[in-house]
T-cell receptor, first 113, second 113 residues
Framework: SQTIHQWPATLVQPVGSPLSLECTVE??????LYWYRQAAGRGLQLLFY??????ISSEVPQNLSASRPQDRQFILSSKKLLLSDSGFYLC????????????FGQGTRLTVV | GENVEQHPSTLSVQEGDSAVIKCTYS??????FPWYKQELGKRPQLIID?????GEKKDQRIAVTLNKTAKHFSLHITETQPEDSAVYFC????????????FGKGTKLSVIP
């Protein structure tokens, strides 16, 4: 069966520090991978998605970047965190396009102080 | 791109009553409409979905209806229980064959015992 791992679960980082969140998927090949951010009281905002190794699409201009060095690995990074980067970050995967379910990782609660 | 509006943002019901959450979408090419439940601090999980070739789908106490002409879909929970308390998100894909899934801002449902 397929599983998705996301870590760390919680993170407290000072303003200006770098960030690296990692997500890996097991049990499937060539998944579509996604990073969402959920700010307090708000919905799920799509940040990045990837349909293959090295292929990244960005949905909103921001202080973050994403990379996909391997088929089932998706990384969210920042060189210098801002206070506004605080939130709940969720990695997700889907197979194919259109009408398929998205499966979410456990999420990372990031607090920038 | 797709725009999904969700109402209400908060909903309180007495245990045993029904709850209805409504969503509208903008892209007439969308054909997949999932609903996710997110308990506090946890990942969103799919509870039911509907595709545009059907108008209604039921799964025990949960049902979803879709009106493609009006571009809206609704989640119905009957005989609510305290464990139904959570944030519910609707979503729509950005047209057939799209990699993207756009979410509403969520509805916080509280079921009062």
């Amino acid at each position: 069966s397929q599983t998705i791992h996301q870590w760390p679960a919680t993170l407290v980082q000072p303003v200006g520090s770098p960030l690296s969140l990692e997500c890996t998927v097991e049990g499937t090949s060539n998944p579509n991978l996604y990073w969402y951010r959920q700010a307090a009281g708000r919905g799920l905002q799509l940040l990045f998605y990837s349909v293959g190794i090295g292929q990244i699409s960005s949905e909103v201009p921001q202080n973050l970047s994403a990379s996909r060095p391997q088929d089932r690995q998706f990384i969210l990074s920042s060189k210098k965190l801002l206070l506004s980067d605080s939130g709940f970050y969720l990695c997700a995967w889907r197979v194919g396009t259109g009408n398929t379910e998205a499966f979410f990782g456990q999420g990372t609660r990031l607090t920038v102080v | 791109g797709e725009n999904v509006e969700q109402h209400p943002s908060t909903l309180s019901v007495q245990e045993g009553d029904s709850a209805v959450i409504k969503c509208t979408y903008s892209d007439s090419a969308s054909n997949y409409f999932p609903w996710y439940k997110q308990e506090l601090g946890k990942r969103p999980q799919l509870i039911i979905d509907i595709r545009s070739n059907v108008g209604e789908k039921k799964d025990q106490r949960i049902a979803v209806t879709l009106n493609k002409t009006a571009k809206h879909f609704s989640l119905h929970i009957t005989e609510t229980q305290p464990e139904d308390s959570a944030v519910y998100f609707c979503a729509a894909n950005d047209g057939a064959g799209s990699y993207q899934l756009t979410f509403g801002k969520g509805t916080k449902l509280s079921v009062i015992p």
